[in-house]
Nanobody, 123 residues
Framework: VQLQASGGGLVQAGGSLRLSCTAS????????VGWFRQSPGNQREFVAR????????YYAESVKGRFTISRGNASNTVYLQMSSLKPEDTAIYYC?????????????????WGQGTLVTVSS
């Protein structure tokens, strides 16, 4: 499985961006897609995840109410709609996928990672 993340860019605080993560290759109905981010000097942190089935979403507290993860009509695409962006949201955003949500929840390990897309929020 290969993942392609896109949609990053420069936006002013309070603005919005939509990131896309497109998977090529086989995806598993009981798997999931997650978004993570990493800013300079910080560890990578979890942002949100969604089951490939389209349900079962979960968000980090720092983005809850501002970000929405969803699955597109194209079965292998997941979106991260980011609104009310803050300068502290500035980071490289990565998407990842795993073949089993249950395994992800048990181990914290994701099977495949995409390259990042840079989001910069100016104050």
């Amino acid at each position: 499985v290969q993942l392609q993340a896109s949609g990053g860019g420069l936006v002013q605080a309070g603005g919005s961006l939509r990131l896309s993560c497109t998977a090529s290759g086989r995806t598993y109905g009981d798997g999931a897609v997650g978004w993570f981010r990493q800013s300079p000097g910080n560890q990578r942190e979890f942002v949100a995840r969604i089951a490939w089935s389209g349900g079962s979403t979960y968000y980090a507290e720092s983005v809850k109410g501002r970000f929405t993860i969803s699955r597109g009509n194209a079965s292998n695409t997941v979106y991260l709609q980011m609104s009310s962006l803050k300068p502290e949201d500035t980071a490289i955003y990565y998407c990842a996928t795993g073949n089993s949500l249950r395994k992800i929840l048990m181990t914290g390990r994701w099977d495949y990672w995409g390259q990042g897309t840079l989001v910069t929020v100016s104050s």
